[in-house]
């Protein structure tokens, strides 16, 4: 069992950058693969990153350069770091943990937090 509660998001202007941070407790973190997903008004949720647990990440084309994954498994915590926010990034983040299947797959993560809302304004 794995539980993770996701932090860092808020208001933020267009350009601007912020840090979302995952919790996870359990004691085999190392063992999951990470993502990040989105989900805005009335929209699907769609995959953002995600990093394996030797570090090998993946990122949406429509985030791609301005966000970036990391992890560290000593602190059972995944990160993301968002810069040049768009308006168009508006939406609840989750944070979510997976072992096996497509890693860009909503399907294939088990586990998922509460969510932190980003919120970009123009």
């Known amino acids: 069992q794995v539980q993770l509660v996701e932090s860092g998001g808020g208001l933020v202007q267009a350009g601007g950058s912020l840090r979302l941070s995952c919790a996870a407790s359990g004691r085999t973190f190392g063992s999951y693969f990470m993502g990040w997903f989105r989900q805005a008004p009335a929209k699907e949720r769609e995959f953002v990153a995600s990093i394996l647990g030797n570090a090998d990440t993946y990122t949406a084309d429509s985030v791609k350069g301005r966000f970036t994954i990391s992890r560290d498994n000593a602190k059972n915590a995944v990160y993301l770091q968002m810069n040049s926010l768009k308006p168009e990034d508006t939406a609840v983040y989750y944070c979510?943990?997976?072992?096996?299947?497509?890693?860009?797959?909503?399907?294939?993560?088990?586990?998922w937090g509460q969510g932190t809302r980003v919120t970009v304004s123009s």
């Open positions: 979510a943990a997976g072992v096996s299947g497509g890693i860009a797959s909503k399907r294939s993560y088990e586990y």
